[in-house]
């Protein structure tokens, strides 16, 4: 399994966007790169999951670079509810087990 | 719908006790089950997983066990609890196939107090 990292703590203002890299440098070829967010007491949910290139929803982006070794979550504008832990995810190509990294505590301040 | 469900939400437990904590997965078959831990202001520890009934895999070698006598049911115990114990404990599940491969959804969790 890929192993992550990420910045531990990140500040930010509302309306700012927030950008967020994780390493992975030994990502398999068939290796998700999933991004989840979890609230204080409650489960992670998922955000954005890609595979390479950019992926982009309704509350994120994802940037994946040709080589994989890293990704970048992008929040647009902020908001103070978005104040959370951001974790970033590798695997599941052969392989069921899913360990977390760290995280990413980002704060939001008005 | 798939859903998960996880108890007790809440327990507060003496050192030495033993723990059952139960997780039941309804609409999906063949899930990959998970049980995750939280110490206060720390990351999520995989404790075990399992990709089938009987099958657990074992990643933090410790005072807790796991088993999945359904295909639906998974169950975190301890003989002997810990003060480290303590802790927010998440189930969940994985189903193959869907759209985002991979995906974790996760149950309410069980918080832990071991005094």
């Known amino acids: 399994l890929a192993k992550t990292t990420q910045p531990i703590s990140m500040d930010s203002y509302e309306g700012q966007e927030v950008n967020i890299t994780c390493s992975h440098n030994?990502?398999?070829?068939?290796?998700?790169i999933t991004w989840y967010q979890q609230f204080p007491s409650q489960g992670p949910r998922f955000i954005i999951q890609?595979?390479?290139t950019k992926v982009t929803n309704e509350v994120a982006s994802l940037f994946i670079p040709a080589d994989r070794k890293s990704s970048t979550l992008s929040l647009p504008r902020v908001s103070l509810s978005d104040t959370a832990v951001y974790y970033c995810l590798v695997g599941l190509s052969n392989d069921y087990k899913l360990s977390f990294g760290a995280g990413t505590t980002v704060t939001v301040r008005a | 719908s798939q859903t998960i469900h996880q108890w007790p939400a809440t327990l507060v437990q003496p050192v030495g006790s033993p723990l059952s904590l139960e997780c039941t997965v309804e609409g999906t078959s063949n899930p990959n089950l998970y049980w995750y831990r939280q110490a206060a202001g720390r990351g999520l520890q995989l404790l075990f997983y399992s990709v089938g009934i009987g099958q657990i895999s074992s990643e933090v070698p410790q005072n807790l066990s796991a088993s999945r006598p359904q295909d639906w049911q998974f169950i975190l115990s301890s003989k002997k609890l810990l003060l480290s114990d303590s802790g927010f404990y998440l189930c969940a599940y994985v189903t193959l196939g869907l759209a985002h491969p991979g995906e974790l959804f996760f149950g309410e969790g069980s918080r832990l107090t071991v005094l």
């Open positions: 030994n990502i398999a070829t068939n290796d998700y």
């Open positions: 890609g595979y390479k």
